[in-house]
T-cell receptor, first 114, second 108 residues
Framework: DVKVTQSSRYLVKRTGEKVFLECVQDMDHENMFWYRQDPGLGLRLIYFSYDVKMKEKGDIPEGYSVSREKKERFSLILESASTNQTSMYLC?????????????FGDGTRLSIL | KNEVEQSPQNLTAQEGEFITINCSYSVGISALHWLQQHPGGGIVSLFMLSSGKKKHGRLIATINIQEKHSSLHITASHPRDSAVYICAASGGYQKVTFGTGTKLQVIP
């Protein structure tokens, strides 16, 4: 089974801090994604990556950056955390960009910015 | 207006009841996904379908491409089915649009 592991289930940080959320997948998937999930809004795509060192903006990239130095790891960075970035963050991976393979999700990180 | 609409938003059922969750989409799709999210956050893919019907245990998913509508049915519902069910439409190259979810509670 595909395993997508997010480094923290719960995280509390302060306004202005630089925050790193880490995600690792063990199935050699090309594609990796970061979403945030807020009540009433569903999952929204922040960034995705289709290869090492490649990244593309999603629907809501402002205030975030990403890093993919190795195929198995995709990091989400909040450069200067703000209270409106309090949310559930979900990482996902999938195997093939052209064939609608299902995305495999991690357990999520519930991030609170105080 | 959301490109993927689910109904109902919340659903409470008695154990054993037949449950239907509906999904309508306005975007062109190459596949429709049903996902399950339990309390605590993790999301599991239940079905991916582009036509017809799929069945897995007590779960059945159908799609009508012409009407841009999909349904998820749960037969003989059980309290362990309590979760949020999310419909998602994928339009190729991993462009996925998610519905806001249906929160299901099954009472013993």
């Amino acid at each position: 089974d595909v395993k997508v592991t997010q480094s923290s289930r719960y995280l509390v940080k302060r306004t202005g801090e630089k925050v790193f959320l880490e995600c690792v997948q063990d199935m050699d998937h090309e594609n990796m994604f970061w979403y945030r999930q807020d009540p009433g809004l569903g999952l929204r795509l922040i960034y995705f990556s289709y290869d090492v060192k490649m990244k593309e903006k999603g629907d809501i990239p402002e205030g975030y950056s990403v890093s993919r130095e190795k195929k198995e790891r995709f990091s989400l960075i909040l450069e200067s955390a703000s209270t409106n970035q309090t949310s559930m963050y979900l990482c996902a991976s999938s195997s093939d960009s052209h064939s609608n393979q299902p995305q495999h999700f991690g357990d999520g990180t519930r991030l609170s910015i105080l | 207006k959301n490109e993927v609409e689910q109904s109902p938003q919340n659903l409470t059922a008695q154990e054993g009841e037949f449950i239907t969750i509906n999904c309508s989409y306005s975007v062109g799709i190459s596949a429709l996904h049903w996902l399950q999210q339990h309390p605590g956050g993790g999301i599991v893919s239940l079905f991916m379908l582009s036509s017809g019907k799929k069945k897995h245990g007590r779960l059945i998913a159908t799609i009508n491409i012409q009407e841009k509508h999909s349904s998820l049915h749960i037969t003989a519902s059980h309290p362990r089915d309590s979760a949020v069910y999310i419909c998602a439409a994928s339009g190729g190259y991993q462009k996925v649009t998610f519905g806001t979810g249906t929160k299901l509670q099954v009472i013993p």
